[in-house]
């Protein structure tokens, strides 16, 4: 079974802050994909970023960077300098490696305010 | 990237009654699409994985005969909550994987469709 952890539910931060959402997950697929997703108030799912087990380089796009660390089955999402805009819902997900696995398993999700 | 659309996005409508929710990949074929339904402040679940052309396979709790899942073509799968009742209103969501046999691994997500039973 998959399981995936985000214990923080709630995050405020005044804008210009680094903040870091935290992300556990828990699979027996040695192979196994891990996502982070974007929910703003309209609702609709925004892909950011997805990564592979095999693949441990941490990763940066412009304010966001990754961090994926398998000894502690983590992959935490940090904002540099946030921005009113970056207030939403996060949500880490995980799928297995093929066919009818692709299926995601959510994260409860961690809603991020930015305060100007 | 790749475009999913959901229609309607919208739509309330009195208890008993069905409605029926499409979701579209517009730019890509996809054999397999991703049926999810999240309440409000929570997380996203799935309810089922719909196939093209075969049976759609659900989730432990979800009742077939009360959500039924059509993949009528590659591109096109649709849900349709018969006889719903105020504890169905949720927003319901769906993803698709782009390729026909197994495909990239990044899920596309439809807008999203929020019902509410009267």
């Known amino acids: 079974a998959q399981k995936v952890t985000q214990a923080q539910t709630e995050i405020s931060v005044v804008e210009k802050e680094d903040v870091t959402l935290d992300c556990v997950y828990e699979t027996r697929d040695t192979t196994y994909y891990l996502f982070w997703y974007k929910q703003p108030p309209s609702g609709e799912l925004v892909f950011l970023i997805r990564r592979n087990s095999f693949d441990e380089q941490n990763e940066i796009s412009g304010r966001y960077s990754w961090n994926f660390q398998k000894s502690t089955s983590s992959f935490n999402f940090t904002i540099t300098a946030s921005q009113v805009v970056d207030s939403a819902v996060y949500f880490c997900a995980l799928s297995g490696p093929s066919g009818s696995a692709r299926q995601l398993t959510f994260g409860s999700g961690t809603q991020l305010t930015v305060l100007p | 990237g790749a475009v999913v659309s959901q229609h309607p996005s919208r739509v309330i409508c009195k208890s008993g009654t069905s409605v029926k929710i499409e979701c579209r990949s517009l730019?890509?074929?996809?054999?397999?699409m991703f049926w999810y339904r999240q309440f409000p402040k929570q997380s996203l679940m799935l309810m089922a994985t719909s196939n093209e052309g075969s049976k759609a396979t659900y989730e432990q709790g979800v009742e077939k005969d009360k959500f039924l899942i059509n993949h009528a073509s590659l591109t096109l799968s649709t849900l349709t909550v018969t006889s719903a009742h105020p504890e169905d209103s949720s927003f319901y969501i769906c993803?698709?994987?782009?390729?026909?046999?197994?495909?990239?691994?990044?899920?596309?997500f439809g807008p999203g469709t929020r019902l509410t039973v009267l």
């Open positions: 730019d890509f074929q996809a054999t397999t």
């Open positions: 993803s698709a994987p782009p390729g026909l046999a197994g495909g990239t691994h990044t899920q596309y």
